[in-house]
């Protein structure tokens, strides 16, 4: 079995195994070592780190405000949730493109486009905001996505100039990174930045995207002054030729064909689509919610940090579970913690708190235990350039996914209502839950024919 670090290694190594491995260089003793830049590590790690903490700040203060803002500008749920599901779509569109650009250049020009891109793009969120245009708040957020997909190439950097015993740790130092930002974020955007705005005389959710605007600068300032040298560039996984489109969609469909085959794969790859699908369509309409029960924005900031930090937070301990009780375990308890969080989030009527804080929270843990207890799975049940490639679409599809459950929920709840959507949310949620089952099902008819 893999453990925690391999399951996070495999998820961190999309860009190929150059990416995250440093070949054999003579060091200052002529000595032939394996991981001659122990200092630039550390001094990368450190300002990854510091890039990452303000680009998540920004990020979740912009997508816990998009929603509010649209249904503001527009009147209308639906076009408040497709502003929102803007960041996700964005991230999705903009992880290619930055990959292309950090395999021929190196992790800090791809870092800092993606940051620079978000910047404009919360601009543009903010523009919409003052000038109730509603036009410039899709774009902007489609803008902000980049910075997302940013944040997910910095936590692949931590690997690049790690000895091979150290890239999980490397990594889950970038994770906690992003917990820090992404906690803290809703909270100061729609509390200290609201007020911001307000005392200048403008719209109060202006505040959150002047708030991330300047965050994300300071993002591309940090990486792009101080990512010196560059540590994909050092590691020797940057300056190739990029492959055609045409050998980029034959490696995408020898993928598909790869994961349609094997079970686990199959099981894996859909239960962090089904994850994805339960997390972003509850936490996409949940502002709306409680907006309609009179909360300030202050309480909705709240419940989006407490989601975001049962998403990351408690990440080492589920790595930990799944090592000691294996993948299949965690992941049939992950769908059962996204059942309860949805059915309790579907139960608390929109004047009253407490049920979404707790069942946000839980959605987020479930979230969390889907997450790497398929990444382990997927890491256990393929090996070399393959598992690269079928981790590589199991992302795609999770992240596409995800933009397409954020359209959708607002569209659900224009005909329908929240606690609606939570219930087939939680019913959705109970997918790894019934298939593992099913496949011990399986095996143990199996096992008793061939007994």
């Known amino acids: ?22 070949p054999p260089v003579t060091g200052t003793d002529g000595a032939t070592g394996t991981h001659p830049h122990e200092a630039l590590q550390r001094r990368s790690l450190r300002v990854l780190m510091a890039g990452l903490i303000p680009a998540g700040a920004a990020m979740t ?37 930055l990959a292309r650009l950090m395999s021929s250049r190196g992790r800090r020009p791809g870092l800092l486009v993606g940051y620079l891109v978000a910047a404009i793009g919360a601009t543009m969120c ?26 997910l190439a910095a936590r692949y950097a931590a690997a690049d100039l790690a000895p091979e015993v150290g890239r999980a740790r490397a990594i889950g130092t970038l994770v906690w990174a992003s917990t820090i930002g992404a906690v803290v974020g809703p909270s100061i955007g729609f509390g200290p930045a609201k007020s911001l705005a307000t005392s200048v005389g403008t719209s109060e959710l202006a505040g959150p995207y002047m708030f991330a605007t300047a965050l994300f600068l300071t993002a591309a300032l940090v990486v792009g002054r ?19 489109d045409t050998s980029e969609g034959r490696h995408l469909i020898d993928a598909a064909r790869t994961l349609a085959v094997s079970a686990t794969g199959r099981l894996a790859a859909l239960s962090m689509v089904v994850g994805h699908v339960v997390m972003v ?14 909360h300030q924005l202050e309480i909705i900031g709240l419940v989006i940090s407490l989601h975001i930090i049962g998403m990351y937070a408690c990440a080492p301990i589920v790595g930990w579970l799944a090592d000691r009780l294996g993948p299949l375990n965690v992941l049939a308890v992950g ?5 309860a969080g949805s059915e309790m989030a579907a139960h608390t009527r929109p004047e009253d708190s407490l049920g979404i804080f707790v069942g946000l929270f839980l959605i987020g843990l479930g979230w969390s235990f889907g997450l790497i207890a398929s990444s382990a799975l997927l890491v256990d049940e393929f090996d070399g350039p393959e598992r690269v490639r079928v981790q590589g679409l199991a992302d795609v599809g999770m992240t596409a996914a995800g933009a397409l459950a954020g359209v959708g929920s607002g569209v659900f709840v224009t005909f329908s209502d929240y606690a609606a ?21 399986r095996a143990r008819r199996r096992s008793r024919l061939t007994t």
């Not at 079995?1 to 440093?22: E, F, I, Q």
């Not at 919409?128 to 902007?140: E, R």
């Not at 101080?226 to 055609?244: E, F, N, Y």
């Open 1 to 22: 079995m893999a453990d925690h670090a391999g399951t996070v290694v495999a998820r961190c190594g999309r860009n190929g195994p150059a990416a995250g491995t440093v």
């Open 61 to 97: 203060g912009a997508y816990s405000a998009a929603a509010v803002l649209g249904e503001d500008l527009t009147g209308s749920e639906l076009l408040g949730g497709l502003a929102a599901s803007g960041m996700t779509t964005g991230s999705a569109l903009a992880i290619l493109p």
């Open 126 to 151: 903010m523009l919409a905001a003052v000038t109730g245009w509603y036009s410039l708040l899709i774009p902007g957020m489609l803008g902000v996505g980049s910075g997302n997909a940013a944040n």
């Open 226 to 244: 101080w990512l010196r040298p560059d540590p994909l560039v050092v590691a020797g996984g940057a300056g190739g030729v990029g492959g055609s």
């Open 281 to 294: 369509g509850v936490m996409t309409m949940t502002p709306l919610h409680l907006r309609e029960g009179a």
């Open 335 to 339: 769908g059962m913690i996204l059942f």
């Open 421 to 441: 959507l939570a219930h087939g949310s939680a019913l959705v949620g109970l997918f790894p839950t019934v298939a593992v089952l099913t496949m011990r099902l």
